[in-house]
Antibody, heavy 126, light 107 residues
Framework: EVQLVESGGGLVQPGGSLRLSCAAS????????MDWVRQAPGKGLEWVGR??????????EYAASVKGRFTISRDDSKNSLYLQMNSLKTEDTAVYYC?????????????????WGQGTLVTVSS | DIQMTQSPSTLSASVGDRVTITCRAS??????LAWYQQKPGKAPNLLIY???SLQSGVPSRFSGSGSGTEFTLTISSLQPDDFATYYC?????????FGQGTKVEIK
């Protein structure tokens, strides 16, 4: 059974930092692309960024709204994905989800999110 | 970024109704569109990918169609478990984007 479990959320002041973790199981994490998606309270879904796998040199991509402030990393030996968030703003308040990102022939392009974690809430407030 | 616009934003329907949700892209995305269902307090759940392919385990009353810039999600006979918010998502570009969501409410 595929499982994604996020942790690390909490209350942080504007300008502060926080590191989220996502523990994966039930699939070959090292072969997988992984995304972070967030959802502000009462709002829609916003893609945050992506980590490619080792075969693609672990390259990352980010939404313009977080580029330069957020960093995605992973530890394949621990089946874990991370989101380091710096210079946090009140508008970063959201539930943050990690999700497995799939693509290829069956899906067409890359970026179908077939498994999601339960999310972790980040609140940026003074 | 490619903008995704869903309509309507809210839809009131009864059990057994046929329901259609529309998603429009600001530029052509071929068939690289997915649909998700989200219930309150829960993570989104993948329903449809590549515009019309049903994800494993999703009931056959859900179907998707379209290509280019206009897409639809149809629920052939609405069930009590289907009252939720639905999101479309394009994955044609390196920066995926979602529609604003359509909430399906009980009439």
């Amino acid at each position: 059974e595929v499982q994604l479990v996020e942790s690390g959320g909490g209350l942080v002041q504007p300008g502060g930092s926080l590191r989220l973790s996502c523990a994966a199981s039930g699939f070959t994490f090292s072969d997988s692309y992984m995304d972070w998606v967030r959802q502000a309270p009462g709002k829609g879904l916003e893609w945050v960024g992506r980590s490619r796998n080792k075969a693609n040199t672990y390259t990352t991509e980010y939404a313009a709204s977080v580029k330069g402030r957020f960093t995605i990393s992973r530890d394949d030996s621990k089946n874990s994905l991370y989101l380091q968030m710096n210079s946090l703003k009140t508008e970063d308040t959201a539930v943050y989800y990690c999700a497995r990102s799939v693509g290829g022939h069956d899906y067409g392009g890359l970026g179908v999110l077939d498994y999601w974690g339960q999310g972790t809430l980040v609140t940026v407030s003074s | 970024d490619i903008q995704m616009t869903q309509s309507p934003s809210t839809l009131s329907a009864s059990v057994g109704d046929r329901v259609t949700i529309t998603c429009r892209a600001s530029q052509s995305i071929s068939s690289w569109l997915a649909w998700y269902q989200q219930k309150p307090g829960k993570a989104p759940n993948l329903l449809i990918y590549k515009a019309s392919s049903l994800q494993s385990g999703v009931p056959s009353r859900f179907s998707g169609s379209g290509s280019g810039t206009e897409f639809t999600l149809t629920i052939s006979s609405l069930q009590p478990d289907d009252f939720a918010t639905y999101y479309c998502q394009q994955y044609n570009s390196y920066s995926p984007t979602f529609g604003q969501g359509t909430k399906v409410e009980i009439k």
